[in-house]
């Protein structure tokens, strides 16, 4: 069975006195389709999310309403991983490697979301972040002419940890 047919195909026109058997065929398979998959949409989603959204009768509009729906939600996931990764500050536990693999994971989701920041500003983010006992290590950094990669930060603030 082809559930999702009705997905795929656009909805074929009304059937007349003049329609074929084929397209009488096509019709009652999209309609099938079509019945079977808002059903399953229906049934399988939250019933706040279902609420939200206007009647519908037709399985692809079904679908882009409930993307819609999820559209709001990433740019609030968004805003709130970008919160979260320009206001951490490191807290002398222990383990600056754990940290700014946090850090970078922050920056992996907000990728994953279509938000790309490159690797440079994950380092200053990270200096930004660090205590006052890595000022020097701050400075000795801001004044080397090359960047560091995520990686060359992540084995200096460990060095640097350890002294």
């Known amino acids: 069975m082809d559930l999702d047919y009705a997905i795929r195909t656009e909805q ?10 084929e397209q009488m065929a096509n019709f009652e398979k999209w309609e099938h389709s079509n019945h079977m998959s808002l059903i399953i949409m229906k049934h399988s989603i939250l019933d706040t999310i279902r609420g939200a959204m206007s009647e519908e009768e037709n399985a692809k509009s079904f679908l882009s309403q409930i993307a819609d729906q999820f559209v ?3 740019k609030v996931e ?10 951490m500050q490191y807290k002398d536990k222990g383990n600056i490697k754990e940290y700014i693999m946090e850090m970078s994971n922050l920056v992996t989701r ?4 279509k ?3 490159c690797d440079d500003i994950l ?18 950094y801001n004044t080397q002419k090359e960047k560091w990669t995520l990686n060359e930060l992540i084995a200096q603030c ?6």
């Open 123 to 140: 380092v200053q983010l990270v200096l930004i972040s660090l205590i006052a006992q890595f000022s020097p290590f701050k400075i000795s």
């Open 158 to 163: 460990v060095q640097e940890e350890r002294d």
């Open 72 to 74: 709001g939600s990433e």
């Open 78 to 87: 968004t805003s709130t991983i970008l919160f979260k990764l320009v206001s």
């Open 110 to 113: 907000l990728r994953a979301l």
């Open 12 to 21: 074929p026109l009304a059937l007349t006195n003049d329609s074929t058997t």
């Open 115 to 117: 938000l790309e920041l």
